[in-house]
Every structure is written in C-alpha cells, then in structure tokens.
C-alpha cells in the first residue's frame, strides 16, 4: 500500500495537488478539511461542533478529529492507499494515527511537505477566498491565526515522521505542473 501525508501549511496546494495524485496513484484522498465541512453543510452534531473551531481558525480537537478519520479509514477496507490531505495536524493525532494503522498492519510510507512561505500563504489564501466560499480564508486575522497554528502544533509532525526517515520536502512554488512533477519524483523513489 502507498499511503502518504501530503504536509504543509493551509494554502500551500494540498488540495490541488492531492486530487491530481489520487487520479495518477489510484489513492482515496482523505481530506478531514472537505469533511469537516460535507458535515457543516449538512448541519450535522459533529459539523455544528466543528464549526466553532473551524470559524477561528484553531483546531478541532483531536479526539474528534481522529475518530472522523478512523471511521473513515474503516468504511474503505480495500483500497490501494491513501493520500491524507490535513491530517495529522497535532503530534497526538500521528501518534494515534500510527496506531490505527498498525493495527491494521499497515504503515504511513511517507509524508511529503510542500514548502511555502507565510507571507506567499497569506497572499493565495486571501485570493482563494474571493472564489472558495469559505468564511475562514476570507478574514486575514484569521488566515494569521490558521497559520500561527500551523506553526505551533502542526510543524512538529514534519520532525515526528523525519525521526522515521519518512519526511520529504519539496518546494511548493511554482506552476501546478511543476510541483506535481517534484511530487511524483519524489513518490516514485520511494
Ligand atoms: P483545511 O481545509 O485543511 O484548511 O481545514 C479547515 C479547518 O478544519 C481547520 O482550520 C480546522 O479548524 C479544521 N481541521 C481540518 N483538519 C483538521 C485536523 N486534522 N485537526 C483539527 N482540525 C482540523
């Protein structure tokens, strides 16, 4: 199986890039962002929960978070691998994640960060917001806030997965193309 995280800060182009992946590497993409919102949109317990973090910027907590992704997990038992797309975002969530997979017997087989400066990420989250629909790319201090989080807790998780020689970087400026192709390059050595 081929699961990687793809890493990076909010607005670094995981999103993008994970869906053309997912076309060439036959991966389900498993984003905890889309999730979060599919059930806001439906106006569901845990989208209503959700929202008050989302709204701020900060996180949901990890609990919540891991269980979503475990059930997740759980409703595709045959899958070729997955591409986690904003997920794990705190080093309790890689610890649980960790787990959750061994016990399925299998293992994360990388995680590849794309590397993007905070004043680059602020400009395309802002733009983004023009088009995205989403309340928490169109307010700055709220970009500021996301990305001070990401900072803070979820950064470490590149060093987590770095102590298992599973951490890559890869520049995430460029055309779309580009960096799919420094994506791929770096997959297909693993
Ligand atoms: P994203 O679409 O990945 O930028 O996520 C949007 C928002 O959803 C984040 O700012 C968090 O509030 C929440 N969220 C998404 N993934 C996670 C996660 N792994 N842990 C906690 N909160 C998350």
Known sequence: MLNLILFGPPGS????????????????????GDLFRYELGNNTPLGILAKEYMSKG???PDE????????????HPDVN????????RTIPQAIALDKLLENKS?????LIALDVDDEEIVDRILLRGKTSGR???NDENIVRNRIQVYNNETAPVFDHYDKKNKSIKVPGLGPIDQ??????????SL
């Open 179 to 188: 960096i799919f192709q420094r994506l791929c390059t770096a997959i297909d």
């Open 135 to 137: 309340p928490d790319d």
């Open 81 to 88: 691998g997955y591409i986690l797309d904003g997920f794990p």
């Open 58 to 60: 900060q996180l949901v």
């Open 106 to 110: 299998q293992h994360i087989s990388a």
């Open 64 to 75: 919540v978070t891991v269980a979503m992704l475990e059930n997740k997990l759980n409703m």
């Open 13 to 32: 182009g995981k999103g993008t890039q994970a869906s053309k992946l997912v076309e060439k590497y036959n991966l389900l993409h498993i984003s905890t």
